[in-house]
């Protein structure tokens, strides 16, 4: 349950993300909340997948496997950054969805302060 707490404090971030990008453009919220969320969700499981992945092939300085860090700020929380951003803007061109140029700066702004700030602060805390 405690490695699967990483992944549920990013699901909630990225669905924040959605809410906030939908309030701000005055859309319904909670009735279109899963059409906007859906291609950054599949990103996000992107993400994850690539990061449980490297941490898989990391070795420690004896060779042993190194453990997964779902906290860690890299590689974790870079390649799940990326991966959300990446994956949600690739399915958002799928799908019909907006991606300018200005909107993909700003989700890749915030969500690095959502996906990677938590990580940033938890590592300053400890």
């Known amino acids: 349950m405690k490695k699967l707490v990483p992944l549920l ?3 909630l971030l990225v669905v924040l ?7 701000s453009h005055d859309e319904a919220i909670l ?4 059409k906007t969320f859906w291609p ?15 941490a898989s092939r990391m070795r420690d300085e ?4 190194a453990h997964f860090d779902g906290t860690a700020l890299w590689p974790t929380g870079v390649l799940v950054w990326f ?19 200005s909107f993909i ?7 690095a302060l959502f996906l990677l700030g938590w990580r940033a602060a938890i590592k300053a805390v400890n």
């Open 40 to 54: 950054f969700g599949i990103g996000l499981a992107i993400g994850w997948v690539a990061a449980v992945a490297v």
């Open 9 to 11: 404090v990013d699901a």
């Open 83 to 101: 991966g959300t951003l990446c994956g949600g803007m690739v399915l958002r061109v799928i799908s019909g969805q907006g991606t300018a140029f």
């Open 31 to 34: 009735t279109g909340l899963l």
């Open 17 to 23: 993300f959605c809410a906030i990008g939908r309030r």
């Open 105 to 111: 700066i700003v989700a890749a702004c915030v969500l």
């Open 62 to 65: 004896e060779g042993r496997a």
